[in-house]
């Protein structure tokens, strides 16, 4: 676990209470008492969580252990309610169109079974705070408290400290690296394919380092 912890260290980000980012220290063991770590990714209608929606989320559940062993996954669209704020270029990149949404769920259902598979982990992503903005909105505005560790892990920061020293990567966009590392993708700018990619390229970091 320290070898974990190590690998791990530069990519963690103190949360207050509702999820937010802090300047705190982290601590000699951050990692201490949490058991799994919840790799994230959401989609949305724009970059601001107060105006804009979440179109769709899913992640995958790993025990925090040597091995990043998969316990569960999860993942659906969202019925955005002012799909009129979003922005014409993130509508485009989702694809959302009102026919694809159609069995989409509602927010506050989506986000319960969200915390349902991810309760009291580790949140992870890649370039996480934008996520973590979302989510904590989320939290807010369904009225639930933080379901998640305090702590968060950015994924992307992990890679650029592992890769970028021996030019094995050029771009650290999301895409970019997997395709470097060889990583397969069951899609782009879905939810759930893309926190299964941040997944996949954070459990081959840790066994090439290990």
Partial sequence: METLLALLRDGLRPLDSSGVPTTDPL???????????????????????????????????????????????????????HIGNGELAALKVVGYNVKAWKDALELEPAFLKLVETGAGAVIAGWGISGDL????????????????????????????KLLKPGGRVDRFNLGHVADRLGIGRMGEHSALADAY??????????????
């Fill in 197 to 210: 990619a941040t997944y996949d390229i954070l459990v081959k970091l840790v066994a090439e380092t290990s």
């Fill in 133 to 160: 903005a979302f989510l904590s909105e989320t939290a807010r505005r369904t009225g639930r408290p933080w379901p998640f560790a305090p702590i968060a892990l950015d994924i992307q920061t992990v890679a650029r």
């Fill in 27 to 81: 601590g000699d063991d951050p990692l201490s008492g949490h058991t799994a770590l919840f790799v994230i990714d959401l989609e949305m209608s724009g970059p601001n969580p107060r105006e804009h929606e979440v179109l769709e989320l899913g992640g995958v559940r790993a025990r925090l252990a040597p091995g990043l062993e998969e316990e569960a996954s999860w993942g659906s669209r969202v019925r955005p309610r």
